[in-house]
């Protein structure tokens, strides 16, 4: 069940990483949506690292700290769905609020495989 688990994963990041291709900042998310793929891979087949996957919880926590503001604005706006609204210049928060919350997939997997992987 884990293996499926973290082929499941990795074929979520790497669909992430890919659907960054448009942003404005593609690279870095890219690279973090990339690196949480590698460790569900090699953690599904027993060859996962703790090196790595302590980068990738630094990775997604700087990530975090860097967009949490957003997404605590999108909070105190309350009416919106951040999944399906429109991004627009006069709502960053929306753009803010979607990539706080992939950084935080991308940090509870990485401690989920942490706590595995111990």
Request: charged share 15%; with cysteine; hydrophobic share 60%.
């Amino acid at each position: 069940m884990f293996r499926f688990v973290a082929i499941l994963l990795a074929a979520y990041f790497i669909l992430a990483a890919g659907l960054q291709y448009n942003d404005p900042d593609p690279l870095h998310w890219m690279l973090l949506y990339l690196t949480s793929a590698i460790a569900c891979v090699l953690a599904a087949i027993r060859k996962d690292s703790l090196p790595l996957l302590y980068a990738l919880m630094g990775m997604a926590s700087i990530e975090i700290a860097i967009t949490a503001n957003g997404f605590f604005t999108w909070l105190k706006a309350g009416n919106e769905n951040l999944i399906v609204a429109k991004m627009s210049a006069e709502k960053p928060y929306i753009e803010l609020g979607r990539e706080f919350l992939g950084a935080l997939i991308s940090l509870a997997v990485a401690v989920w495989l942490w706590f595995r992987k111990r």
